[in-house]
């Protein structure tokens, strides 16, 4: 079974940069916890963005699916929910490895 990776671009309201990117950080560890999670990490836009970007590995679809009913994801969305300009854009991938294994593939 192919690991799913996730792409899930968070945006901000004017104002809860700070906000938003704290409520991140303090679930990251939790997240890291979970069963299938092979890479959870969070990326600034650079330029005059304010997107913040989770980009996720997990060994599964169904390890993807229990992550979503985790109560990490449960407390971050209860805690990033009045500080979003927008729902969260999230899509989810299968890699398509090419050239050198160790830089060809997240």
């Not at 990251?28 to 330029?47: F, N, Q, R, S, W």
């Not at 927008?86 to 398509?96: E, M, N, Q, S, W």
Request: include cysteine.
């Amino acid at each position: 079974m192919p690991e799913v990776i996730v792409v899930a671009t968070i945006s901000p309201k004017p104002g809860e940069e700070q906000a938003v990117r704290d409520a991140v950080l303090a679930a990251i560890p939790k997240v890291h916890d979970e069963p299938g999670c092979v890479k959870y990490a969070l990326h600034e836009a650079t330029g005059d963005s304010t997107d913040l970007v989770m980009i996720e590995r997990w060994e599964s679809l169904e390890a993807l699916g229990a992550h979503s009913k985790a109560p990490a994801l449960a407390e971050l969305g209860k805690a990033l929910a009045p500080l979003l300009a927008g729902p969260l854009d999230v899509k989810t991938f299968t890699a398509v490895p090419a050239g050198d294994p160790a830089k060809g593939a997240i």
